[in-house]
């Protein structure tokens, strides 16, 4: 069920924390447009990451959320990123029902150094990776490809250029808010010519002529934009699409939930050799803190049935 964007509906009241699918009419485009608010600045203040490194985590979250929510799969998209810069790594990953979190390893002396805090020198030279994992049983899709765009986006769109999969953009942003909060949004959009969008593509000239189109509304897009809590959704989408008509289907909600727990944990402690165990034993007790929601579990011997010597 799509409903078609008009003027009078871009004032609907404003969600926030959501994935919003569109379609532009009469084109083999779509696309998704991801807002973040509370969902993302719950990632980021728990771990109390300086500005730069939250933005970027950020970015990397609203990436996530955008490529899991144009994906057809079950299970969780995982946006990893490995390099040699002060900012060593990156990890956000989102499940299809909406729970986003994720986290980034830094070297403090090395971020310290720093006198510019841009893309390049934050994370240096090495490589993002996609792991779409439709859990157990099944394969993991993996792609992998340089950092070696000038942003986050710029290495996605790298990616899906040389896969040469499906003509694809995406643009993202974040930033904190008046009130100190941070806030990250993305649009991405693709062609899928197979699936035909509404079947009113006439030819390749159109279809490309209307891609080329969409091409600079999204590169049009200011930062701000993506990010405003005060701008809705499909004021936004309008604002980009208006000549051709745009449509948009449900929305999908998104939150900050972590996948660890007590019980988790202590199944893969229990799953270790005894020696193994016994040599996580610090101070008489196990504690482990979880390093996306940075939740400590201790675990006493009692607790997995252990008798220390
Ligand atoms: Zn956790």
């Not at 509370?38 to 490194?53: E, K």
């Not at 830094?106 to 720093?114: I, K, R, T």
């Not at 000549?243 to 799953?271: N, P, Y």
Request: glycine share 6%; proline share 3%.
């Amino acid at each position: 069920m799509t409903t078609a964007i008009t003027l009078d509906q871009t004032a609907s009241t404003l969600d926030d924390n959501l994935a919003q699918p569109y379609m532009v009419h009469g084109t083999d485009i779509s696309g998704r447009l991801v807002r973040l608010g509370s969902a993302i600045d719950d990632i980021v203040t728990v771990h109390d990451y300086p500005a730069p490194i939250a933005a970027l985590l950020s970015e990397a979250a609203a990436l996530a959320a955008a490529m899991a929510s144009s994906l057809k799969f079950e299970g969780k998209l995982i946006l990893q990123t490995q390099s040699d810069g002060p900012v060593g790594m990156l990890v956000a990953d989102v499940t299809t029902d909406g729970a986003l979190r994720g986290y980034a390893q830094f070297n403090e002396a090395d971020y310290s150094a720093l006198s510019m805090h841009d893309f390049r020198s934050l994370v240096g030279k090495g490589y993002i990776a996609f792991t779409v994992d439709q859990g157990q049983y099944t394969e993991r899709y993996q792609g992998i490809v340089d950092l070696s765009g000038a942003n986050l986006a710029e290495c996605i769109q790298h990616y899906f250029h040389q896969s040469d999969q499906v003509d694809m953009t995406v643009r993202v942003a974040a930033d904190r808010d008046s009130a100190g909060k941070w806030r990250a949004g993305a649009i991405l959009a693709q062609r899928l010519p197979e699936i035909g969008g509404e079947g009113e593509v006439s030819d390749g000239a159109a279809a490309r002529d209307a891609w080329d189109r969409a091409l600079a509304f999204i590169n049009s897009v200011q930062p701000d934009e993506l990010t405003d809590a005060d701008l809705p959704t499909e004021t936004l989408l309008y604002r980009l699409f208006h000549e051709d008509g745009v449509r948009v289907s449900d929305r999908q909600a998104l939150r900050h939930a972590c996948q660890c727990s007590e019980d988790r944990l202590k199944t893969v402690l229990l799953s270790l050799s005894a020696e193994e165990l016994a040599d996580c034993f610090i101070d008489g007790v196990v504690s482990s803190t979880c390093e996306f929601c940075n939740t400590t579990y201790v675990f006493k011997p009692e607790d997995l049935a252990v008798t220390l010597q």
